[in-house]
């Protein structure tokens, strides 16, 4: 007999036994996809990861229904990392495999799908199968994979769906509504009945009387027959000299046909490199310390301040890499900062970067999946958010993490709750790759490494082009508030610091964090507050539609006319996010050009480009955001950054407060004076005294991290001490009490370990879900294998406790 082992995109450990032929045996492959019956009636794209002969002996193995795959779509590196991640983050494989591939590649009976809108389909290109799935989606909007197995009459269809889909036809009906929107450039082609040579010449003739048009027409042909490359509206109209109106009349006279391609998406040919790029003195010098240090050490931090050139640098090593014909990788925190920096790289590397993140369509994650399995140039570097590095390298030299200290590289929910740098270096060391970490504020963790000699550390203190640091100015609010120097939440120095840079025709950057400080309604008579029904947290006031909102469940309200619980009509909104600034500056600034970035305006269609775009190109004088500003963004006329007010971070309820306020604010401040002129930053605080805003203020990073890391040691932290974290979950109040305390003690009893709770956390009830949390220390010297399994074990009891069982509960290893 005849077995082959594979792992369920269910959220189970286990990996489960089917039957195959003999032919089949010999024909699959680790790595390959097949389609198994699961459960009563339910069908699932399983992953194959070892064959063998051992029949099961605690049930009777099912045989598989099909092979999906010719040859293996997920390499042997691949499936060791999923199965480290999954021990390490103590998250079942499933979860992991289900986390790593596009979901299109992981069909199963309850998927639901439709048909792509705009897109035009050829029928006469369908086989007979896909024609009729084709003609079932006109009559029904949307069709589970389970019903088509009835409509084309037969058991084995996941191939013809997956066929659909790879030729774009079909989307999945969860994507609809997560789909990225990047931004599209407009091109034109010539309409198809004109394809032919006697169908260009007829055109020129029915133009003869439209001069223009016809110009627009011959300058095409002209432009495609130089270079065979799609041809924008923009590049059109420049090379004619005509405007976009006489083009738009084409394509309704239907002789030109438009379409668009998404702007990191277009396919670059040619060569692109105008200029090698020259690296500063500086930047040369940590170029070789890097590969210096890359002779004995796998990984490699880079602290460069802000502006120091760290892409550049970045762009030298992925440049030697590529020559080799290697695969690198580079992570960002955030998809909004790939469009900014893929122009900058294909620059460089003209077609040969790719991009991949989760929020692309299953189809565009499909075809980078492929062209990284086959080793495709078009793919050799990628670029991408953390999930990036699921995809199928087999080639791999070099992992660029930049900004490593951001905290959006670690996945909270769903599981696998991973951190993407942490599980990049494992990644790199079964390759055999080098791992280079890059931020002007590392992380404690990082920078303990470098210390210790574990990573090898490079370090530049210059910006490039000698531009200086800028200049930080502290404002007392207390004594502001005090001497009457305040305008709303604007210190007389901050307003006359915004005056010089408007009037030298500089832009400006306002920074106000938002977390844990929004604007909320207070009644004035007797101090109550609106909360969700929901959820334990206050409502939050939304001038611009006039509601109260919740922000984690999206409740929201009409804003009240009086206080439900006192009806006095003395309300006052207390506490100031992004908008409330925006609304004080046009009284301010009348004449100002004002923009507001934040999650409100950056949720709409380009919403970040756009606001980016404007700002670039100086038709906004004022920014002012939440911390998305912080991220890496390069603009060069910005002379000042204010901070609207430093000690909401300050005072986060977090271990980690101390650490993120200095890299925040650090790396905001590093937004101001990038060329010549040196910037400024002005910090309004009721604490001008605290270590960390005096840290900031003298860039004095080493007194951060010794401060901090002496705390940590105190107070049992990473990097001293591992953290994981148990969250339970249930909607009732006592029940969710007793069995926290339960497994609590329990846990105290077995680890010898601190463990901490069973807390409340600030937002004890999400949703109507109350929530606790359980906290264990790990000490970096011991075990941290041994203290998991018997977490595990614990939990495992926990679970077979009967009136525990509907708590849900999660798992947070190196909790963020
Ligand atoms: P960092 O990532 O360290 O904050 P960047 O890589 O964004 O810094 O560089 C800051 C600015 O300096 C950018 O505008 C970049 O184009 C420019 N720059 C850095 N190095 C060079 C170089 N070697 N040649 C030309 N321009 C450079
Ligand atoms: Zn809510
Ligand atoms: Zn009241």
């Known amino acids: 007999m005849y077995f082959v082992e594979v792992i369920l995109p269910l959220s189970l450990a286990k990996t489960f036994t089917y039957k195959v032929s003999e032919a089949e045996f010999h024909f699959v492959k680790n790595g390959m996809r097949v389609v198994v019956p699961f459960g009563k009636s339910k069908m699932y794209t399983a992953l194959i990861i070892d064959k063998h002969q051992n029949e099961p002996s605690l049930y009777e193995a099912k045989e598989i229904d099909q092979i999906l795959d010719e040859k293996p779509i997920v390499t042997e590196f691949q499936i060791a990392h999923w199965q480290w991640i999954a021990s390490y983050y103590m998250c079942a494989i499933g979860d992991v495999y289900r986390g790593a591939m596009p979901s299109a590649l992981l069909l199963e009976s309850e998927t639901i799908i439709s048909q792509k809108q705009s897109v035009v389909i050829d029928e006469s290109l369908l086989s007979d199968e896909e024609f009729l799935i084709y003609q079932a989606l006109q009559q029904q909007s949307s069709l589970r994979i389970q019903d088509i197995t009835a409509i084309l009459n037969k058991k084995n269809i996941f191939p013809v769906v997956q066929k659909l889909i790879n030729k774009n036809i079909l989307v999945l009906h969860e994507e609809v509504q997560e789909l990225y929107k990047p931004k599209l450039v407009r091109y034109v082609r010539l309409h198809s009945q004109y394809d032919s040579n006697s169908g260009l010449s007829e055109l020129l003739e029915t133009l003869k009387s439209a001069s223009k048009q016809r110009e627009i027409v011959l300058t095409y042909f002209h432009l495609n027959a130089a270079e065979k490359k799609p041809i924008s509206v923009k590049q059109l109209v420049e090379a004619a000299n005509s405007t976009s109106s006489i083009v738009k009349a084409l394509i309704e006279k239907e002789i030109l046909e438009e379409y668009f391609i998404q702007e990191d998406r277009i396919n670059f040919s040619g060569n692109a490199q105008e200029a090698a790029l020259q690296l500063s003195v500086a930047q040369q010098q940590a170029y070789d310390q890097i590969n210096e240090r890359f002779e004995s050490k796998e990984v490699c931090l880079l602290h460069g301040v802000t502006s120091s050139g760290k892409t550049e640098i970045y762009i030298k090593l992925i440049e030697e890499q590529i020559a080799t014909g290697k695969q690198v990788v580079y992570l960002l925190p955030e998809i909004a900062l790939t469009t900014q920096l893929v122009s900058r790289l294909r620059a460089y590397f003209g077609d040969k970067v790719g991009v991949y993140h989760s929020k692309?369509?299953?189809?565009?994650?499909?075809?980078?999946?492929?062209?990284?399995?086959?080793q495709s140039p078009k793919a050799q570097i990628v670029i991408g958010a953390r999930s990036a590095l699921f995809l199928p390298f087999s080639n791999l030299s070099l992992v660029i993490v930049d900004e490593e200290h951001e905290q959006t590289f670690k996945q909270v929910d769903p599981a696998p709750r991973y951190h993407a740098r942490d599980a990049a270096i494992v990644l790199a060391?079964?390759?055999?790759?080098?791992?280079?970490?890059?931020?002007?504020?590392?992380?404690?963790?990082?920078y303990f490494n470098a210390q210790s000699d574990k990573y090898g550390l490079v370090e530049i203190t210059e910006r490039y082009g000698n531009v200086q640091l800028p200049e930080i100015e502290l404002v007392d609010l207390k004594d502001s508030y005090f001497r009457k120097k305040m305008t709303g939440h604007f210190s007389d120095s901050l307003i006359e610091a915004i005056t010089t840079a408007l009037s030298l025709g500089e832009q400006v950057i306002l920074f106000q964090n938002r977390r844990g400080y929004s604007p909320i309604m207070e009644?004035?008579?007797?101090?109550?507050?609106?909360?969700?029904?929901?959820?334990?947290?206050?409502?939050?006031?939304?001038?611009?539609?006039?509601?109260?909102?919740?922000?984690?469940?999206g409740y929201s309200m009409a804003k009240p006319t009086h206080c439900h619980s006192c009806s006095s009509i003395d309300l006052a909104t207390k506490g100031f996010g992004t908008e409330q600034i925006e609304q004080e500056l046009l009284t301010i600034f009348p004449n100002a050009k004002i923009g507001r970035m934040d999650q409100d305006t950056t949720r709409a269609k380009f919403g970040f480009e756009k606001i980016i775009d404007s700002f670039k190109n100086q038709e906004i004088e004022i920014l002012v955001g939440t911390q998305m500003l912080a991220k890496g963004l390069d603009f060069n006329n910005v002379s000042l950054v204010g901070i609207m007010n430093a000690d909401t971070m300050l005072y986060h309820p977090d271990f980690r407060a101390f650490e993120r306020s200095f890299q925040m604010m650090?790396?905001?401040?590093?937004?101001?004076?990038?060329?010549e002129k040196r910037g400024k930053v002005v910090i309004q605080t009721y604490n001008p005294n605290h270590n960390t805003i005096q840290q900031v203020t003298n860039n004095d990073y080493i007194g951060m991290y010794k401060e901090q890391l002496y705390d940590r040691q105190i107070y049992k932290y990473p990097p001293y001490f591992r953290l994981v974290k148990l969250t339970l979950k249930h909607r009732d109040f006592d029940k969710l009490k007793e069995g926290a305390m339960w497994l609590y003690q329990v846990m105290s009893q077995n680890l010898a370990l601190p463990v901490l709770g069973p807390e409340e956390p600030p937002i004890s009830r999400i949703r109507n879900e109350y929530i606790r949390t359980i906290l264990i220390k790990i000490p970096q010297s011991s075990s941290m294998g041994s203290a998991k399994k018997t977490i595990q074990k614990m939990l495992n009891s926990f679970e077979a406790v009967p009136q525990y069982r509907a708590i849900k509960g999660a798992i947070n290893v190196d909790y963020y």
């Open 429 to 446: 060391n079964m390759h055999k790759a080098k791992v280079l970490l890059g931020s002007a504020t590392p992380s404690i963790e990082s």
């Open 523 to 553: 009644c004035l008579s007797c101090g109550n507050v609106p909360q969700c029904q929901q959820c334990d947290v206050s409502l939050t006031y939304h001038k611009h539609k006039n509601q109260l909102r919740c922000h984690y469940c």
């Open 666 to 675: 650090t790396q905001v401040s590093g937004r101001s004076g990038r060329s």
């Open 360 to 374: 692309y369509s299953n189809n565009e994650r499909i075809e980078l999946w492929k062209q990284v399995l086959e």
